[in-house]
């Protein structure tokens, strides 16, 4: 049977190898970016869990003959005044109050601090300590006839002590509490100050602004400075907020004294600069792409400029604006550069308590701890990005069930 | 039809040129719209008809570019004066659109909406009862008052259109092309509809479709293209005239579908 | 033209029109000439051939609306298809009047009776040729040849009025042969009337013209009639 719809046998064949040449190439494209996805987590996980071989200054289990943990609170009170000094003994009840107030676990974390300080000899990574067992309980073995207390423990370097702890000197006692919050703020401020102003310059722009040449000339600058390198802003919120406007961001004016400009709220208003670009666009995207027949249709009815965004042009377009902003919250929780700028510093161990606080956050003790010699600090580095990422999602997990929520509405 | 008698007519344009930038888009026109009828505005594409029409409720004002001379008359009053606001025309003036539009919410806000912005002080309820019986959409969607007015089909979003646009009490209709998205049934409902409502409202539907305005219309005005491209009207008659014994030549060409 | 089906089938039915004008004209002169040399033979070849006009007729009409329904024809192209309409049922009874002169002819038989032959052959040529250019008008849509062509009507009734009065007095003359004298009447009636529906051929052309539909003035012909 000769059919019409038969090609000849060698066009058929030319024409499918070809098909399948372009699906290969653009499979290739996808697995080659989820290849990059794999190897990111997997090296960060590789670092972020391990055996570790910890020795301690002090026996923690020659101090009373018992765990600690099973010692009452008045036997931790005698460890730590029978092993520091009272100069020692009188800061630590500056900082943290009378020691008998303490409650247990404070108490046990500052006998750990203060007397046993444990040190980390060796660490290994995930891999190392899955695969390589055999090699580690060797070298274990040769480093316990030199030391002999010496423990050995598996350690998931992000562990509820990691989250709860705040900056310290030696890695394994070091967390990201004062960092997680010092970021929270950030963001706080950034979409408190960001989100109105870029949405309200959006509606501008989209819904009042007529064509005219001003006009063009602001979008165009907003367009181009959304591709601004970040330490750039990071230099104008020096300027501006840490230096210029100092009497404002550091409290001054409303009677905080003893502070300078490098606060969270200068970080805030940076960080907002930078995405307000990012934002404006997104806010713009979404408005244009909300229908002109809605806007019609609410004019027709007689509604004025304003009815019609409150009631239309906004509701509609919200599920895009969120979008947008979940973007630039990413952009803004992973910015680095300007935040070491605006004088964020790793060194701090107090939380933030407001907006006028110096403050550190988890980009900024990522950078730091990478930096550091000790191969511990890499351990906890890989830790704090997963945290980082963890913050990042669930952020990111709130405004994507709000945009849900939102565009379900009314269809 | 004279220009003395003003109040006569719903609508009364005198030497209206209407222009986008530079380009005159329509030129001299002078139409007078009898109430409580329904008027047709036909003619072949890019005459300027829709424009005509949307500059009866100043929908216009919003193409930056947009102006006009002379005068557009409602209730003998130039609705284009300085101290005129063109949200309250809108108002009197109502609008339904080519594609059926209704807005992302329930069948019920849909119809609430217009009226609960405009200050409407009485029973919503009845209202939207009212409007949508008098839209002949109430019996098929008295059920399902909170669904969503996308979820309806799309003769029966026009018609919530429609019925959107009486719950704000206007006492003349715009539509511009309001049935070119529907199917041949639901045109024909639309047209019944708005036959229905003719006895209250004055309706002005501008439409590609020769035989709805034929069929739907009391009065039909015939625009074309000039050499300069702008729209002018050419013949302004009762639709039975037009439709079996046009004046000019160039409504005959048009109508007999033997345009350029 | 984006109209060129519609344009097509208006020609052809113009055409067919002109086709079944020249069948009814030719059988008017023939039924004159059955009368004038009393052929009974041709004149029921006269009666069969009504059968062919009339089914023309009606072919034409279902193609008339066939058109209507199909293009859905508007202003002149409306005016002219329902003038088209108009026009073939007035060719039909123009053909029923021909059909009733053949009637006669053969309820004569062989009769001998004087009649106003010359009269019956001027109103027959008269008539058809109204009618050959009535037709012709109506295609061309010259309404002012339309016109013209009404007034022409005059001549036929007066015509008329010469034959009756002939054939009436042969009845008085005669009064036995008055029932095949009365049939004679109604040979002189059926050449009148067949004129008279030239006349509103007419109309519809000066209707399809200028749209406007109205009685075309004549010396009123309904009178005439009695």
């Known amino acids: ?411 | 039809m004279t220009h003395e008698t003003n109040n006569h007519y719903a609508i009364e344009t005198r030497g209206v040129n209407l222009y986008y930038g530079n380009f005159r888009a329509v030129k001299d026109v002078d139409l007078q719209i009898v109430p409580q009828k329904i008027t047709a505005i036909i003619g072949p594409s890019g005459c300027g008809k829709s424009t005509v029409l949307r500059s009866f409720n100043r929908m216009n004002d919003f193409v930056p570019s947009f102006r006009m001379e002379g005068e557009i008359l409602f209730h003998g009053q130039n609705i284009y004066a300085e101290d005129v606001d063109p949200v309250m025309v809108r108002q009197r003036i109502g609008m339904v659109f080519q594609k059926p539009n209704p807005f992302p919410k329930s069948i019920y806000e849909n119809v609430a909406w217009g009226a609960r912005i405009n200050g409407y002080k009485g029973n919503l309820d009845e209202l939207v009862e009212q409007t949508l019986r008098d839209a002949a959409l109430w019996d098929e969607v008295k059920d399902n008052l909170k669904k969503s007015g996308l979820s309806l089909s799309g003769g029966q979003q026009q018609r919530l259109c429609i019925a959107r646009a009486l719950a704000v009490k206007p006492e003349i209709i715009l539509m511009d092309e309001p049935c070119s998205a529907l199917d041949p049934i639901a045109t024909l409902k639309i047209e019944e509809l708005m036959r229905e409502l003719s006895r209250q409202y004055t309706i002005i539907i501008v439409t590609h479709n020769m035989q709805q305005a034929a069929r739907a219309s009391d009065y039909t005005a015939f625009f074309t293209m000039d050499d300069d491209r702008a729209g002018l009207m050419v013949e302004y008659g009762e639709t039975h005239q037009i439709f079996t014994n046009p004046r000019d030549q160039r409504t005959e060409d048009y109508i007999t579908g033997r345009f350029g | 033209m984006p109209r060129e089906t519609l344009d097509r089938q208006i020609h052809q039915l113009q055409d067919e029109v002109l086709l079944l004008g020249s069948m009814v004209e030719q059988a008017l002169l023939n039924a004159v000439d059955t009368l004038k040399r009393r052929d009974i033979s041709a004149a029921q070849k006269i009666f069969a051939n009504d059968i062919a006009i009339n089914e023309k007729r009606y072919a034409l009409e279902n193609a008339l609306i066939i058109i209507i329904a199909t293009q859905q024809p508007m202003a002149r192209d409306l005016r002219l298809l329902a003038s088209v309409l108009e026009t073939i049922i007035e060719l039909e009874r123009i053909g029923d009047y021909a059909k009733g002169i053949a009637k006669v002819v053969i309820r004569l038989g062989d009769s001998t009776l004087p009649m106003p032959m010359r009269e019956f052959s001027q109103m027959a040529e008269q008539a058809a040729s109204m009618l050959h250019r009535a037709l012709s008008a109506f295609i061309n849509e010259d309404a002012a040849k339309a016109r013209e062509i009404v007034l022409e009507d005059d001549q036929v009734d007066e015509l008329y009025n010469k034959a009756y009065r002939a054939i009436v007095t042969t009845m008085i003359a005669n009064p036995e042969i008055i029932d095949d004298a009365n049939l004679l009447v109604w040979v002189a009636h059926n050449l009148e009337r067949a004129a008279d529906r030239v006349t509103n051929i007419c109309e519809r052309t000066v209707y399809i013209a200028t749209g406007e539909l109205f009685e075309l003035d004549t010396d009123d012909s309904e009178e005439t009639a009695y």
């Not at chain 1, 046998?9 to 070809?18: T, W």
């Not at chain 1, 805030?268 to 930078?274: H, N």
């Not at chain 1, 669930?394 to 709000?402: E, F, K, M, R």
């Open chain 1, 1 to 411: 049977m000769n059919n019409i719809f038969t090609s000849p046998r060698s066009i058929l064949a030319a024409r499918h190898a070809r098909g399948k040449f372009w699906r290969g190439v653009f499979f290739s494209s996808t697995l080659i970016g989820l290849i990059a996805l794999a190897a990111l987590i997997l090296t960060i996980l590789n670092r972020a869990a391990g055996l570790v071989v910890i020795t301690d200054a002090v026996d923690r289990n020659s101090l009373a003959g018992r765990p600690l943990t099973e010692l009452t609170r008045p036997e931790l009170v005698t460890i730590l005044q029978d092993h520091l000094t009272r100069t020692r003994l009188r800061t630590l009840e500056r900082n943290n109050g009378p020691l008998d107030s303490l409650d247990e676990e404070t108490l046990i974390n500052l006998v750990m601090e203060q007397v046993v300080k444990p040190t980390i000899r060796k660490s290994y990574t995930l891999a190392e300590t899955l695969f390589q067992r055999a090699a580690i309980e060797q070298e274990i073995a040769a480093m316990r006839a030199e030391t002999p207390n010496l423990q050995v423990e598996f350690r998931s370097w992000l562990n509820p002590g990691f989250l709860t702890r705040s900056m310290s000197a030696t890695p394994e006692l070091a967390g990201v509490r004062t960092a997680v919050l010092g970021s929270l703020w950030i963001i706080a401020i950034t979409i408190l100050v960001a989100f109105p102003i870029g949405v309200g310059a959006a509606i501008y722009l989209e819904e009042y602004a007529s064509e005219n040449r001003v006009n063009r000339i602001i979008q165009t600058n907003i367009d181009n400075l959304a591709g601004v390198p970040s330490i750039v802003y990071g230099i104008l919120g020096l300027a501006i907020f840490v230096r210029t406007l100092s009497h404002l961001t550091s409290g001054a004016v409303f009677g905080i004294q003893g502070s300078n400009g490098r606060t969270i709220l200068s970080a805030g208003l940076t960080m907002a600069l930078l995405i307000l670009p990012i934002l404006i666009i997104n806010a713009q995207e979404a408005i244009r792409a909300v229908p002109a027949s809605l806007r019609q249709a609410s004019y027709g009815l007689g509604a004025t400029r304003w009815q019609t965004i409150w009631h239309h042009v906004l509701p509609n377009a919200l599920p895009g604006i969120l979008t947008g902003t979940i973007l630039a919250i990413s952009r803004a929780l992973g910015e680095t550069a300007p935040l070491i700028l605006v004088g964020a510093s790793s060194l701090i161990n107090k939380d933030p308590t407001g907006v006028f606080s110096f403050f550190t956050a988890l980009p900024i003790q990522i950078y730091n701890w990478t930096a550091r010699p000790q191969p511990e600090f890499r351990n906890i580095a890989a830790a704090a990005i997963l945290v980082l990422l963890v913050v990042l999602l669930s952020l990111n997990s709130v405004a994507i069930v709000l945009r849900n929520r939102l565009s379900k509405r009314g269809t």
